[in-house]
């Protein structure tokens, strides 16, 4: 049986719709509906927290749901979960992914999750049951909460054997949707890739070898507003499984990009480029971040086309911000790494609506709109670009023959007025036999950290959104920002 993405989705949706009564429901947009918490729908659970949090409109369709199915559209750049410095170096993290995913409100249970989801994996999909590990969770002392005992017996009872049953503690095995409301233990399938003897010792421990590929949330309890947890009267079952991960393994692949999803963009790239084709290599091996660039562009083609196609426009505050400069990430990747012609972006997106528009068929609809969004923002940031070469000419020309330093002050002024990100300032350089003055650098960074952290709390999810908001007004007070999670996001 052959497994195309394509059928790979649908049988996770047929098999709880025909098997155990679930009703399908479509993704939502990737914009969130009156949730402030998020830049962008993250889970699958986002536009169920109504219900769970006990908040439904009782007239809305929403309240009668027990059991749901569906695949959504995620995206994890900015915010809580983000994912962007992880795409490319890896193979299984994007910014844009599906999370195939089946909810229970108030329905069925642990016993039920656990056993639909093995059903699914070795009996539908096939894989094999000593590939797959799972975890659950081991307690919490300083938390007053229990090992979930009865996850691990659950497992072992469907037949995992003992040594794939895994404990591991608050960070991976418990979920907290944030401050308070609903949460509880998860457990989680991880997927073995090679079959290694000491895979178990791999897992949650960002290995490539083995891949977490589906969690299991179990929510049982509420975080009260003064830290305590209750019983909730009503428990809920939320999932969520990376499609594109799913697909590697029934693909029999080692990388998402070596998939069905990917490999049409990829090979697209390649047409429009002057590199050699995709080779799959990382690290060290992908000398001149060739392989890293086909990679970063394939994602992040995904990612403007259905932010786009969902009304998020690259734009200056927000999640609008982050799409901006996953943009310009692209555009970078695209013309200074695989040397493609402008418009080379634009030209992907029927690929992009050819792989995702059956699922998605707004993708579809919205092609036209979403190509001329990234041209005219291509041109926009490659006008810039141009200019800001022309201000190193500039400079240098101006500069002793002899000297190596280049005057921090202008590094400073391409990246305050012309938006430049400063390790492309430094790579422009060093074409030249040039570096900035490190030292008047230093300073202007250690003025710019301070400033930043001032303007921070350790809360990651807001620390990240003050992040992106106090940016325009860090540097107007003419403080260039170094942080490296920020350096292509400039205005
Ligand atoms: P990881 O530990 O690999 O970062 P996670 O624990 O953050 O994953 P969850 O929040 O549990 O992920 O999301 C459920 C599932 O969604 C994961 O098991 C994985 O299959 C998939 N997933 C999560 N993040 C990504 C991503 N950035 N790209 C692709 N798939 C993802
Ligand atoms: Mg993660
Ligand atoms: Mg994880
Ligand atoms: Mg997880």
């Not at 992914?97 to 108030?106: A, D, H, Q, V």
């Not at 036209?368 to 400079?395: H, P, V, Y």
Request: glycine share 8%; charged share 25%.
């Amino acid at each position: 049986e052959e497994f195309t993405s394509k059928r790979v989705r649908r049988k996770f949706i047929d098999f709880f719709k025909e098997g155990y009564e679930h009703r399908v429901v479509p993704s939502s947009s990737v914009r969130p509906r009156g949730d402030p918490s998020l830049l962008f729908v993250n889970a699958g659970m986002n536009q169920f927290k109504p219900i769970l949090l006990g908040c439904a409109d009782p007239r809305s369709e929403m309240a009668s749901y027990s059991r749901v199915v569906n695949s959504q559209k995620c995206v994890r750049a900015g915010g809580k979960h983000n994912d962007l410095e992880d795409v490319g170096k890896d193979m299984y993290h994007h910014t844009f992914f599906e999370m195939l995913g089946n909810w229970s409100f108030g329905d069925y249970f642990k016993v039920e999750a656990c056993a639909m989801a093995w059903r699914l994996l070795t009996e539908e999909y096939g894989i094999p049951a000593e590939r797959l590990y799972v975890s659950y969770f081991s307690g919490d002392v300083a938390n007053g909460l229990p090992a979930d005992e009865e996850t691990r017996r659950i497992w072992l009872s469907i037949g995992v054997q003992p040594d794939h049953v895994l404990p591991f503690g608050m960070k991976d095995n418990f979920w907290e949707m944030g401050e308070t409301g609903p949460c509880g233990p998860c457990t989680e399938i991880h997927y073995d890739h090679v079959g290694n003897r000491n895979a178990a010792s791999l897992v949650n421990a960002d290995s490539p070898d083995v891949v977490e590929i589906w969690n299991l949330v179990f929510m049982q309890y509420n975080r009260e507003g003064n830290g305590s947890l209750r019983a909730l009267p009503q428990c809920s079952v939320d999932t969520g499984m990376g499609l594109e991960r799913l697909v590697t393994v029934l693909q029999g692949k080692r990388s998402n990009y070596d998939t069905d999803l990917f490999t049409p963009l990829l090979s697209a790239i390649h047409q429009c480029s002057k590199a050699p084709a995709y080779q799959g290599r990382t690290g060290e091996a992908d000398a001149g971040q060739v392989d890293m660039a086909y990679r970063v562009v394939a994602d992040h083609i995904r990612t403007i086309c259905v932010c786009i196609a969902d009304g998020v426009y690259p734009g200056m505050t927000g999640a609008e911000l982050v799409l901006r400069r996953i943009l310009r990430r692209a555009v970078r990747f695209s013309t200074e790494v695989l040397q493609a012609p402008e418009g080379t972006l634009a030209s992907l997106v029927p690929t992009v609506a050819h792989t995702l528009g059956d699922a998605y068929p707004e993708l579809n609809t919205e092609s036209e709109r979403i190509m001329d969004l990234i041209n005219q923002n291509e041109a926009q940031f490659l006008s810039s670009l141009k200019q800001g070469r022309r201000m190193i000419d500039r400079t240098l020309s101006n500069m002793d023959e002899d000297s190596a330093v280049f005057p921090a002050s202008v590094a400073w002024s391409l990246h305050r007025n012309l938006g430049f990100p400063l390790d492309l300032i430094g790579l422009m350089l060093e074409e030249r036999g040039k570096m900035v003055d490190k030292k008047e650098m230093e300073v202007l960074e250690d003025e710019y950290e301070k400033l930043r952290f001032q303007s921070e709390e350790d809360d990651g999810d807001r620390a990240d959104q003050l992040d992106i908001h106090s940016l325009a007004e860090l540097q107007s007070r003419g403080v260039p920002h170094t942080d490296g999670s920020l350096k292509y996001c400039y205005s």
